[in-house]
Structure formats: C-alpha cells, structure tokens
C-alpha cells in the first residue's frame, strides 16, 4: 500500500532563513509525486510535481524538490523563506489515487 | 467550469440527519476524489471515482458514508445519521486521468454536526 510521511509536524525558521521539509514515500513502482500547499482559509495549491526525468524539480514561489529513489524521499527545499511562505505543506504520492502526508505546518519569524 | 465546485461551502445539521455534499469536477477530468479533513489534521482519503466507477472507497469510515457519481461529472458524498465526529472539512479534487496528473482542489464544504 502507498504511503507518505512528513516527520516534523511542525517548523519554525526565520524570514530569509532556508528551509527543507521531508517527506518520505511508500510505493512499489515509480511513484507520482507532489507538493501542495494550504494557506489559512484557502485551497490546496499545487508547488510542484515529479513523474519523472530530472530529479530536481522547480516549482512556483521559489521552491524546489529532489526526488532520491535510494532514499525514497522527496524532501521541498527553499533558499529564503518569506513570511508570506507560513502555512501547512502536505507532500502526497499517486498510483491510482493520491495519498496525503499529515502535513507540515510552517510558522515563519520576522 | 473554470475550477472544482463544491456545495455548499458551510453546512451545519442536527446529529442524525443526513446531509448530502456535491462536487463539480473541472470539465473532463475522468478522476474525482474525496477527502476528509478535520480541524488541524492531515487530509483523510475517502474514495475516489475514475468515470463513473469507484475503484477505491477503502476511506470511507463506516456505512453511513456513500459516494456517487453521474455523467463523468457530477458527484454527491451522502453521509446518513450524523454524528459529531463527522464535523470536519469535505474537500473535492478531480484530474485529468487515473495517472494522476496535477489535482485541483475544491474550496471545501465545512461541516458542523450539533
């Protein structure tokens, strides 16, 4: 059975500092993997999305992911947090249907 | 439509009522799904349609949860006597195919169970 683990249920980190969320998988083949961010009161919306081909992989706001097979992770990375970046991030992995992590909430100081 | 629609976007009822939530999908995506998310959780999987079928509904809690789809379009999440514990946000996304590609997301449909 497929599944996603985001160790930390919480991050603090400081406007313009870096950050790197983890997210691990479970799946037998070749997985599908996604990004998806949910601001307070909003929608899920999508960062960014691997299937396959180069493994690291850009999407909106700045930030990045690197799929590693070996280590079945697919952790979201980005160079200076903004504080507008505060929000749950949820990594999710689909072989037919897409499965969610618990989700990473990030608190962003000023 | 231009996005996912979900209606309606706040719903409160009695325990043990039933109430039903719709989804309209983004026109001819042939995959629905449905999530439960409760405050300050994860999203919950609930089932999910490719066309008309249901090839997993291994997420639904218990029989008083029920899903249908019509038409490639349209579909009703149907949650029968109510209880507290069904208090949450429904959520709705449809893609492109089975595969998988980019799924949108719905606003959500909060429910509260008094």
């Known amino acids: 059975a497929q599944s996603v683990t985001q160790p930390d249920i919480h991050i603090t980190v400081s406007e313009g500092a870096s950050l790197e969320l983890r997210c691990n998988y479970s799946?037998?083949?070749?997985?599908?993997l996604f990004w998806y961010v949910q601001s307070p009161g909003q929608g899920l919306q999508l960062l960014l999305k691997?299937?396959?081909?180069?493994?690291l992989v850009q999407g909106i706001k700045g930030f990045e992911a690197e799929f590693k097979r070996s280590q079945s992770s697919f952790n979201l990375r980005k160079p200076s947090v903004h504080w507008s970046d505060a929000a749950e991030y949820f990594c999710?992995?689909?072989?037919?249907?897409?499965?969610f992590g618990t989700g990473t909430q990030l608190k962003v100081e000023l | 439509g231009a996005g996912v629609s979900q209606s309606p976007s706040n719903k409160v009822t009695e325990k043990g009522k039933d109430v039903e939530l719709r989804c309209d999908p983004i026109?001819?995506?042939?995959?629905l799904y449905w999530y439960r998310q409760r405050l300050g959780q994860g999203l919950e999987f609930l089932i999910y349609?490719?066309?008309?079928?249901?090839?997993?509904k291994s997420g639904l809690p218990s029989d008083r949860f029920s899903a249908e789809r019509t038409g490639e379009s349209v579909s009703t999440l149907t949650i029968q006597r109510t209880q507290q514990e069904d208090s949450a946000v429904y959520l709705c996304?449809?893609?492109?195919?089975?595969?998988?590609?980019?799924?949108?997301f719905g606003q959500g449909t909060r429910l509260t169970v008094v």
């Open positions: 996304a449809s893609s492109l195919d089975r595969a998988v590609t980019e799924a949108f």
């Open positions: 799946y037998g083949a070749t997985p599908y």
């Open positions: 691997y299937f396959s081909g180069d493994t």
């Open positions: 999710a992995v689909a072989g037919g249907k897409l499965t």
């Open positions: 026109s001819g995506h042939t995959a």
């Open positions: 349609f490719q066309g008309n079928s249901a090839p997993d």
